[in-house]
Structure formats: structure tokens, C-alpha cells
């Protein structure tokens, strides 16, 4: 699986917990975070490279692509090209969203690149159309997340500004359509109301992963020793593992450098 940074391990917190028998392998683009101001060009290159890259390196049975900037580039054509299933977090999370809400007013907060593709506002359409959406941006929330300050002053300043629309826009659940964000969930939830129900990816996420490896006859075998967990990053490795251990737990004991040239 991977991820423009750190933001991905709330995915892989999910599939580890769910399925503890599971080899993994994450990497954590982070010499080149955030995705999200990029275009969707760029990041489409990005997530072929760093595909082609796990499949040579690790020949995995299945990828994760648990970057919501990176899916909405991207999924689509990995899952074409690979000869392996693909998975996003874009309809899992679309999928929590609408069976959670109970007044169909839900709100999605991602990246600049993941609002403005429009792969939510497709996606939500498509799973019901008698949903009212409200999308916002948050550009910035990905840096603070990856500096290790999801409780700071001005990040709460910066929520309680991008998510006014939000608030105004009466929803009764907001999708937390970036990776990154569970991190920021006490300052979100302060930020739209304590009644708004968050609701993440990372779970349904699991689910899918779980439910494909089921119907392909390849999960782990039960009550086989715990799977083994690699982390790499293409960023600061001593940051990584030390930010690392604190969101994602003591799995990542030593982190892997890798570059790209
Ligand atoms: N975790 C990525 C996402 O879900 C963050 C993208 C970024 O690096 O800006 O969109």
C-alpha cells in the first residue's frame, strides 16, 4: 500500500487490525508530499511509479492505493494495467458515508486535487442521488498532520475557516475524504459540531481488502503467526519512524529508505 506520507497508516492501522495475519509493505512517498496541490497529472505518474515500483519490488497479491489524491487520479488505471486487484478509498468511504447519514445532507473534505477531480461528487451520485453534498478543500491540514501538530493553535484557526461551508451546510455526517485527516478528527469535529458524525475510509477499506482476498482464496491462514510489517519512506526515515510510531503503534520499528532516482 501507499500514500503520499503518513496519512495512509490510518488504512493500514485498519487492515492490520482486521487481518493480523497479513504480510504488509507501506511506503510513504514523503520526499514528495503533499499530492494535493499537484496536478492530477503529476500525481498519476507518481502513483504508476511507485506502483510499478511495489509490484517489482515486493510482488504483492494486492495493492492499496490509500491516498484519496492518488485514487482520484489514478485508480482507475492501475486497476486496469496490473494484473492484481487495486483498491482505493474513495467508494469504501462513500459507502460508510451513505449508510451512516440519516438525513442525506453529507459532507466530503479532501485535498485540493481530490475535491476539484470530482471523484467524490461522482461517486456519491452514483451510490445515491438523493444525497445533498457539500465538498470542501483543505489545503494545509496535510501539512500539519505531517509536522506531527494536529493539535496546534493554527490548525484550528485553519479548520474553523475551510470548514464554515460546512458547518453552514447543515449535514449531518462528514466524510473525511483525505487519509490524513482521522489524525485531525478532534479538531474537525470541534470545528462542524460535536453532532456531526465522522466518518473515515480506513475501516470500509479493510472490509473490501478482507472481503476480495476471501473471494480469491488467498488470505493469510487463521491463527498463522502475525504477518510482518515494512515500512518504507522516500523522506526523513528517523521522522517516519518516529511519527510513525505514534500514529500508526509500535509496528513500525524501522523504517526503509528508498529514492527515486
Ligand atoms: N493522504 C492523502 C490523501 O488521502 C494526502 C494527499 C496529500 O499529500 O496532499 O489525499
Known amino acids: 500500500m501507499f500514500d503520499s506520507g503518513f496519512g495512509g497508516l490510518t488504512v493500514a492501522r485498519a487492515v492490520i487490525d482486521l487481518m493480523p495475519g497479513e504480510d504488509l509493505v507501506y511506503l510513504g512517498d514523503t520526499a514528495r508530499y503533499p499530492y494535493g496541490p499537484r496536478s492530477l497529472e503529476e500525481v498519476r505518474r507518481f502513483a504508476h511509479q511507485i506502483a510499478d515500483f511495489l509490484v517489482e519490488r515486493v510482488d504483492p497479491k494486492l495493492l492499496i492505493v490509500a491516498c484519496n489524491t492518488a485514487a482520484a487520479a489514478a485508480l482507475?488505471?492501475?486497476?486496469?494495467?496490473l494484473d492484481i486487484p487495486v483498491v482505493?478509498?474513495?467508494e469504501p468511504g462513500v459507502r460508510a458515508v451513505v449508510s451512516a447519514t440519516t438525513?442525506?445532507?453529507v459532507g466530503v473534505i479532501g485535498t485540493v486535487g481530490t475535491i476539484g477531480?470530482?471523484?467524490?461528487?461522482?461517486?456519491?451520485a452514483a451510490a445515491?442521488?438523493?444525497?445533498?453534498?457539500?465538498?470542501?478543500?483543505?489545503?494545509?491540514?496535510?501539512?500539519?498532520?505531517?509536522?506531527?501538530?494536529?493539535?496546534s493553535d493554527q490548525v484550528r484557526v485553519l479548520a474553523e475557516r475551510l470548514l464554515a461551508p460546512i458547518g453552514d451546510a447543515e449535514v449531518d455526517t462528514l466524510l473525511l475524504g483525505c487519509t490524513h485527516y482521522p489524525y485531525l478528527a478532534r479538531t474537525i469535529s470541534d470545528a462542524v459540531g460535536r453532532d456531526v458524525v465522522l466518518v473515515s475510509s480506513a475501516d470500509e477499506t479493510?472490509?473490501?481488502?478482507?472481503?476480495?482476498?476471501?473471494?480469491?482464496?488467498?488470505?493469510a491462514p487463521?491463527?498463522?503467526?502475525?504477518?510482518t510489517h515494512r515500512f518504507l519512506s522516500t523522506g526523513d526515515v528517523e521522522w517516519f519512524r518516529e511519527l510513525g510510531q505514534r500514529?500508526?503503534?509500535?509496528?513500525?520499528?524501522?523504517?526503509?529508505?528508498?529514492?527515486?532516482?
Open 76 to 81: 482507475a488505471e492501475l486497476q486496469e494495467r
Open 88 to 90: 482505493g478509498v474513495i
Open 103 to 105: 438525513t442525506g445532507r
Open 117 to 124: 477531480s470530482g471523484a467524490y461528487q461522482r461517486a456519491v
Open 128 to 151: 445515491d442521488p438523493d444525497i445533498t453534498l457539500a465538498c470542501a478543500a483543505c489545503p494545509g491540514f496535510v501539512e500539519f498532520v505531517e509536522r506531527g501538530e494536529a493539535n
Open 206 to 219: 479493510g472490509f473490501e481488502v478482507r472481503s476480495l482476498l476471501e473471494e480469491a482464496g488467498c488470505q
Open 222 to 227: 487463521p491463527r498463522s503467526a502475525a504477518g
Open 247 to 261: 500514529l500508526l503503534g509500535p509496528e513500525v520499528l524501522d523504517v526503509e529508505p528508498h529514492s527515486w532516482e
